[in-house]
């Protein structure tokens, strides 16, 4: 059998529909984990930041608190910062993770909270990875989201947290980029449970757990696809009920920078 022949063959058996052969590798380009959060400023650094520096100085810091969560894009260099906020004095800002890259005077800076443990019974409380005005170039896959919960009691499979007989509307996360793709509707922790690889659910009573709550983990990479987000795009969650009574729930996703 001819060279040639052997290699016909061996590509039709590795691709027998004739598609577009794709292999899952690892990646080299950066690493990110994020948390959902919503919009509460914009503003802009106001005297340039460097490497490790844990305070950053801004024009405008009104608004933002400690616990928020303080984002920094670079744009000539196309770099992202992720930091908690620790305290805040008039316009500087002091965060519990050191800049990773030096920020110039005008940096792009947003502030808002992670908490979804919200009110969105009447107005439903949307979160973003990157939900700003801002057109942030950097493209991101994001191949998982992480989900915690945590309650003051019991929680089982028919409540959704702690909250009984589950949510009336349901939490969403969908897809924004140019139209908006629904991906899935939750409303009690069995149909979280449903959805997720690995599903734990805590309790108080448990010496090795001390609290109340769940946590799980949906691999979209399972579904054979990533979700890609590119300039402008966004992937949010809604939250449609009142979750106030929940003491912490939050959701972060994992993925890679695009080259």
């Given at each position: ?12 058996w590795n691709n027998p529909r004739g598609g577009v052969d ?238």
């Open positions: 059998m001819g060279e040639a022949k052997r290699t016909e063959l061996m590509e039709n794709a292999n899952l590798q690892d990646q080299i380009t950066d690493a990110m984990i994020v948390p959902f959060s919503n919009v509460i400023v914009e503003t802009e650094v106001a005297i340039a930041g460097s490497i490790d520096d844990l305070v950053i100085n801004v024009t405008n810091g009104t608004g933002i608190l400690a616990g928020h969560l303080l984002t920094l894009y670079n744009g000539e260099a196309n770099r992202v910062y992720f930091g908690n906020v620790l305290s805040v004095s008039t316009n500087a800002i002091t965060v519990d993770t050191p800049l990773d890259f030096d920020y110039p005077i005008d940096t792009f800076v947003s502030s808002g909270s992670t908490e979804l443990a919200v009110d969105g019974s009447s107005t439903p409380q949307i979160f973003g990875i990157r939900n700003t005005e801002e057109a942030i170039p950097l493209s991101v896959d994001i191949t998982r989201l992480i989900v915690t919960c945590l309650a003051t009691t019991v929680c089982d499979f028919s409540t959704f947290g702690d909250i009984e007989g589950g949510l009336t509307v349901g939490i969403v996360v969908r897809t924004k980029n140019g139209r908006y793709k629904n991906l899935f509707n939750a409303k009690t922790n069995l149909e979280l449970s449903g959805l997720m690889f690995d599903f734990d659910i805590f309790e108080a009573i448990n010496p090795n757990q001390g609290v109340d709550g769940f946590k799980g983990r949906m691999t979209i990479k399972k579904l054979g696809v990533v979700i890609r987000l590119g300039p402008g795009e966004d992937l949010q969650l809604i939250i449609q009920d009142n979750l106030s009574s929940l003491t912490s729930f939050k959701v972060s996703i994992q993925g890679h920078v695009v080259d």
